[in-house]
């Protein structure tokens, strides 16, 4: 089992920037690939990024130059770095694990969620 819980998100301006952390318990954060999906109101739950356990990284075109993935396993923490950030942005955001070596932009293939966290961005 892994548990996933994030964090960072909020209220921000167009613009602006947020950082959301993803913090995983459990078996070895190392041996996941993890990736971050959001959801609008709604709308089917969309892939935004993703970085395997190699750290190979993969973006939907529509943040590519925006956002930026990163993890660190010695805190078994995974991060989205969020700049330049546009209305249509707002979402509620999941990071999500998968055992998949490779690079997953799937939601089926991602055998663990966390929560969600709401990131607002006002015009």
């Known amino acids: 089992q892994v548990q996933l819980v994030e964090s960072g998100g909020g209220l921000v301006q167009a613009g602006g920037s947020l950082r959301l952390s993803c913090a995983a318990s459990?078996?070895?954060?190392?041996?996941?690939?993890m990736g971050w999906f959001r959801q609008a109101p709604g709308k089917e739950r969309e892939f935004v990024a993703t970085i395997s356990r190699y750290a190979a990284t993969d973006y939907a075109d529509f943040v590519k130059g925006r956002f930026t993935i990163s993890r660190d396993n010695a805190k078994n923490t995974m991060y989205l770095q969020m700049n330049n950030l546009k209305p249509e942005d707002t979402a509620v955001y999941y990071c999500g694990a998968t055992s998949a070596w490779y690079i997953v932009t799937v939601t089926s293939q991602y055998n663990y969620w966390g929560q969600g966290t709401q990131v607002t961005v006002s015009s």
């Open positions: 459990g078996r070895s954060f190392r041996n996941y690939g």
